[in-house]
């Protein structure tokens, strides 16, 4: 007989969990492994919330497994160490991101590219090589391997920066791949949310002009004035779409709901780049 969440593990741990597609948290009871000779536990302070958990909770991939613990933008404070742990002490700064495991073995694996490996394992809502069920963030510890353990910055606060271990790398990764990082470029950011809005601080770090792209100027001030954008464009708007013609090196779509796609690539010059990282439900 299958153990239930709160007697798998020795550890004892409360989270918040869904258990249903209503999209509704309830506390949780369930249990958290041994720290393993390789393993970091650590005590949860902060979790981003990203709405790839919104997609899990309501089940609006297919995919969810419930009871859901969400939440792989994760910081806190080392409170244990395996045997074997060399890059983490008590006491130390750490973060988990989007994985919790892979193969370690693969070309992938071997090339750092552990998010493609065919036997990747997720924070949550994905099986552990013990053959249970990962829960994410929104709990009160956190064990992992620390191959997939961050160390943290002194100098970067905790709460503000949990979101840069997804939606950081969500679009700090693409303008560096795909070249979009040159100072003097211009970029399109859709979407001023969770993604959005680090798109155009990273963008604006590296020197790239950079123009906001919304269905309406609900979000015009905080884009220019907050964040620093140079510029902002309604695409609802015939108009300014055609005055924006051809205009961008690049665009980063950051929206999370379907939305059309081609008014976005007459905005874009001849070989320019549009990079898809919202990840709708359904497709545009």
Known sequence: MAKSPEEEHPVKAFGWAARDPS????PFKFSRRATGEKDVQFKVLYCGICHTDL????????????????????????????????????????????????????????????NYCPKMILTYNSIYSDGTVTYGGYSDIMVADEHFVARWPDNLPLDSGAP???????????????????????????GLGGLGHVAVKFAKALGVKVTVISTSTNKEKEAIERLGADSFLVSRDPDQMQAAAGTLDGILDTVSAPHPLLPLLGLIKNHGKLVLVGGPEKPS
């Open 55 to 114: 997609h899990f909770v309501k089940n609006e991939w297919g995919f969810s497994m419930y009871p859901i613990v969400p939440g792989h933008e994760i910081v806190g404070i080392v409170t244990e160490v395996g045997s074997k742990v060399d890059k983490f002490k008590v006491g130390d700064k750490v973060g988990v991101g989007c994985l919790v495991g892979s193969c370690r073995s693969c070309n992938d694996c071997g090339n750092n590219l552990e």
């Open 164 to 190: 840069l271990l997804c939606a950081g790398v969500t679009t700090y990764s693409p303008l560096r791949y795909y070249g979009l990082d040159k100072p003097g470029m211009h970029v399109g950011v859709v």
């Open 23 to 26: 999209g509704v948290l309830s």
